[in-house]
């Protein structure tokens, strides 16, 4: 503890010391193992108070800037960073991977150069995300895929495909089959009267979904046609037709006119094909009672993103529950019964139905 102070001066590269480092050094220097004592003990008490928050980390860790420095064995001062415990909490392995996952997804994605050609009808171009991309000619020799389509146009191709009249017959099966998949095959006037009683932005949410629908069918028809080698100018001539009679907006009508602009280019299976809403809308489906007791009808209950679609034994809507009409949703974990109140042509409807997943039900309403 007796130990001289050094006052003679710095020479050479040596930094100059300013006043208050010059304090700190003339204060008694402490032995080696001690200050690795001293910083085992705070790297300790730092991890013992990761799991705590503390609005007082000042009052824990000291208030005067000097008990957060030391001196190495070459007389240098380092100052040890104050933890801040309302930053450090616990965190779980689950909530690691979402952060990895998230990490991943917001990455800029690489844009696509080349593609690999599917199919040797491939003509050395790919119509991928609504833009023409080149393929790779190294590897058009080692294609071992085999589709359907190339047995189709054989030496026995069909004149079927060449009737203009038939693939606008699978154009509406198609779009019937999806409004149907998707919850969207009401009557006329019970649509008509769900679009007047909707604000204008449901209106508009109503009118996209609507369009993406019929351009997404007709984008599809296109590969399609493209496949079974219909004459390109017979192709443009009906799509334009469909696309003047399903009134699709300027938006999604865009995509199916650029693709009609590269279709001199593009042969076989080139077209990249779109995947169905279908496909990609999320729902859960429930096996319920009419009434409120077991025995009741037999339905099953799919819980959407907009609505609630009651379907019979066979798969035929019976009913659908929009969201915006409901007026009240309870039910009773005791006896097992979902109660849905809501607004029908002015009048108020309660209905009930019995089922062990009540809860589920409940829980997984978009409401």
């Given amino acids: 503890m007796g130990s001289k102070i050094d006052t003679t001066p710095l020479t050479g590269n040596s930094p100059v010391k300013s006043k208050s480092s010059a304090t700190e050094d003339a204060a008694p220097e402490q032995p080696v193992k001690s200050r690795r004592k001293r910083s085992l003990s705070m790297d300790s008490e730092g991890s013992e108070g990761s799991t705590l928050v503390s609005n007082t980390s000042s009052e824990t860790m000291g208030n005067d800037d000097s008990d957060l420095s030391y001196n190495d064995g070459d007389g240098r001062s380092h100052n040890r960073s104050r933890i801040n415990h309302q930053s450090i909490r616990p965190v779980s392995d689950s909530e690691i991977e979402l952060n990895r996952d998230v990490s991943l997804t917001v990455s800029p994605p690489h844009p696509i150069s080349t593609l690999t050609a599917k199919s040797c009808f491939s003509a050395g171009f790919r119509y991928h995300k609504n833009k023409m991309i080149s393929t790779d000619s190294d590897n058009a020799d080692g294609i071992l895929r085999h589709y ?75 590969a399609f046609m493209v496949m079974l080698k219909v004459p390109k100018p017979d192709i443009k001539k009906k799509v334009r037709r469909l696309l003047g009679k399903s009134h699709i907006g300027l938006k999604h009508s865009a995509a199916v006119n650029n693709l009609l602009d590269q279709i001199n280019n593009l042969h076989g299976n080139d077209i990249d094909l779109r995947p169905s809403g279908s496909r990609q809308m999320r729902k859960h489906s429930f096996v319920v009672h009419a009434g409120s007791d077991n025995k009741g009808d037999v339905l099953f209950m799919e819980v959407c993103d907009d609505c609630v679609i009651i379907r019979s034994g066979n798969g035929a809507i019976c009913d659908r529950c929009w969201y915006e009409q409901l007026i009240n949703m309870t039910f009773c974990p005791k006896t097992k019964v979902l109660c849905l109140g809501r607004q029908v042509h002015g009048e108020t409807r309660l209905d009930k139905f019995y089922t062990k997943k009540v809860c589920f039900i409940y829980t997984n309403t978009g409401i």
């Fill in 148 to 222: 359907v389509f190339e047995a189709l146009i054989g030496k026995d191709r069909s004149t079927l495909w060449d009737q203009l009249q038939f693939w606008e017959d699978a154009y509406l099966d198609a779009v019937a089959a999806e409004r149907d998949a998707v919850g969207m095959d009401q009557g006329p006037s019970e649509m008509i009267h769900r679009y007047e009683s909707l604000g204008q932005t449901d209106k508009k949410r109503l009118e996209e979904d609507e369009d993406k629908l019929l351009s997404d069918t007709l984008y599809n028809m296109i």
